[in-house]
């Protein structure tokens, strides 16, 4: 095999190249040559003292030529196929290197230039075609945006200048996931994009769910902010399965009792509203208006039929929490006495951005809403989106992107599932969404812990550094097997650096995420301890001034 493959094998492959009577075709002399081909992974011999000569090349592309992660090129008839270098091993006075095929280009025929570069593979080479690095002006053709609408948003690594972009199309059509551990730089890379999609399309409609508030401070000036001081969300646009995990405090057969109760009790308080009259048969998850007080009154009404004392538990157990959420100020922004007139067309308008006037995201911070009713809310505006897609088709279409911040804490996987409504309208944008034009963008630091599918569902994932093992086996199980290359070098990722693979970049790519100012970073530093703890003074008022808060939730 080392004979095959020797010094004077490459110089023969070479040669052969250069007797078809176009010596200017490959100004590069072969590093290698093929050894095996087998469909997506293939294996290539490189020559060690081919690539020592490369080491003073001009171009950087061509000198890094080789190394993991680097692309290397073989001819095929009059196409470049061109293939991105998995792992290396010394095998004899060789360096035995597997390659995952990533595309084909056109090449030119009197200077041997590659354009038109697409992916896929029509015709593979044979064992003994020679092997040459990937120039700069290649990695230009093979990044090159098409004349589809899409985003820049980075380098491709290791160059400086070759842009690194983003099919909007694509990528928002197919569902979106943004991976990494914690400290990589993820928020910043998501604040990226989306300044990014909203300069493309300053009418567009984004809903972004922040659960820690750390993008209000990003998107001051082209965003909607809203937080528990002024969502305003309605409790009636509920539909009855989140009225039950905000009610219903029972479990077991007295849960499904109590479900009964409550579910006759709305129906009824909803039949109370002039616009019940207008529908014929009206459900129980219809968003209708209602009044709370009517709620507790026909409780106490159906209460009062009941024959024995035993029998009113249900309904005492309805009422009091009701009374309690009504009670409490925390609560306000959705079970405030204010919310019973027929705001939907004024609250969809709001958050949804129809009109946009220019501020094409809405900002939900949900970080002040009380835990346990966090998903409920999540729920509402998930649903929201996917019910008017579903109920707007005929209309003008407006298609909306939910982007979803810790997105493991509501489409969680089989293991740490609770029941919620909200991971189960989540999986179902994720499996329907883009027939009725609802794109979403799942932002997580675990995607283990994400509901198993719901990552398969995404056509384009940004992979930034994943530091556990069982969140890397996960991704690589949910990424396309050409990417698998790619795919080893993310525990190596140094911090804003992310792999891009599916449908919205042209091939797979790792990139290196533009710098953001610093009036559109989120608000989501690492504290500096070794300075934070040298300020000293103003303690008693910071006390004060945080447990008065803290009593008064907010208020």
């Known amino acids: 095999m080392d004979g095959q493959f020797g010094a004077r094998g490459f110089d023969g492959a070479a040669s052969v190249s250069s007797s078809e009577g176009m010596p200017s075709r490959a100004p590069v002399e072969p590093i290698g040559a093929v050894l095996e081909i087998a469909g997506s992974s293939s294996q290539v011999l490189i020559d060690p003292e081919a690539l020592h000569a490369l080491e003073g090349n001009p171009d950087p592309t061509v000198a890094n030529a080789g190394q ?33 095929f990533l595309g084909e280009g056109d090449e030119e025929r009197l200077t041997g230039k590659l354009y038109k570069f697409r992916r896929g593979v029509t015709r ?51 569902h979106f996931a943004l991976l990494g551990s914690t400290g990589t ?21 984004v809903v972004m769910v922040d659960p820690h ?22 409790y009636w646009l509920m539909n009855f399965e989140e009225h039950c995990e905000v009610f219903l405090t029972s479990s077991g057969s007295d849960r499904q009792m109590d479900a009964d109760i409550l579910a006759k009790c709305v129906l ?11 529908i014929g048969k009206l459900t129980v998850d219809a968003p209708i208006p209602y009044l709370l007080s009517d709620l507790t009154q026909i409780l106490q009404l159906e209460m009062g039929k009941m024959d024995k004392a035993t029998d009113t538990a249900p309904f005492l157990r309805i009422r009091s929490k009701i009374d309690e959420i009504k009670g409490d100020p925390r609560y306000a922004f959705m079970f405030s006495g204010m919310l019973v007139a027929d705001t939907m067309a004024s609250f969809l308008s709001r958050v949804f951005r129809l009109p946009g006037d220019g501020k094409p995201i ?28 579903i109920w707007s088709r005929g209309e003008s279409k407006r298609p909306i992107l939910l982007v979803c911040e810790e997105a493991h804490r509501y489409v969680p996987n089989e293991r740490n599932a609770d029941g919620s409504s909200v991971g189960r309208i989540l999986s179902r944008i994720a499996k329907e969404g883009r027939k009725y ?51 080893d070098s993310i525990p190596a990722l140094r911090n804003r ?14 990139l290196l995420f533009d710098a953001l100012e610093d009036n559109k970073r989120p608000a989501s530093d690492d504290p500096l301890f070794s300075e934070l703890w040298r300020d000293t003074g103003g303690e008693e008022q910071i006390l004060e001034r945080t447990i008065r808060r803290w009593r008064a939730q907010g208020k």
């Open 68 to 100: 993991v992660g680097s692309q290397v090129k073989v001819r095929v008839g009059a196409t470049w196929l061109i293939a991105n270098v998995r792992s290396l091993k010394l095998q004899g006075d060789h360096i035995a290197a597997y390659i995952d």
């Open 124 to 174: 593979y080479p044979t064992p003994g075609a020679p092997v040459f690095p990937v120039s700069t002006a290649d990695l230009k053709q093979i990044y090159a945006a098409e004349d589809r609408a899409h985003i820049e948003i980075g380098n491709v690594y290791p160059t400086k200048d070759i842009r690194a972009a983003l099919y909007v199309d694509a990528m928002l059509g197919k």
């Open 185 to 205: 730089g993820k928020s910043t890379a998501a604040a990226l994009i989306l300044h990014r999609i909203c300069e493309l399309a300053p009418q567009g409609h």
């Open 213 to 234: 508030g750390e993008y209000a401070s990003a998107f001051k000036t082209t965003g909607a902010l809203y937080d528990v001081s002024n969502l305003q969300m309605p």
């Open 268 to 278: 009824a308080a909803k039949q109370k509203n002039r616009l019940a009259a207008e």
């Open 362 to 389: 809405s900002i939900i911070d949900v970080s002040g809403v009380p835990s346990e009713i966090t998903s409920v809310v999540v729920a509402v505006l998930s649903r929201m989106v996917f019910d008017f897609a």
């Open 437 to 487: 034009g609802v794109s979403l963008g799942l932002i997580t630091q675990r995607p283990s812990d994400l509901a198993e599918g719901v990552l398969s569902q995404c056509g384009t994932i940004l992979s930034m550094r994943l530091n556990n093992e069982r969140d890397q086996a996960f991704v690589k199980a949910a990424m396309p097997e050409g990417a698998r290359g790619f795919l």
């Open 497 to 510: 650096e992310c792999i891009a693979v599916g449908e919205g970049v042209a091939t797979p790519i790792r």
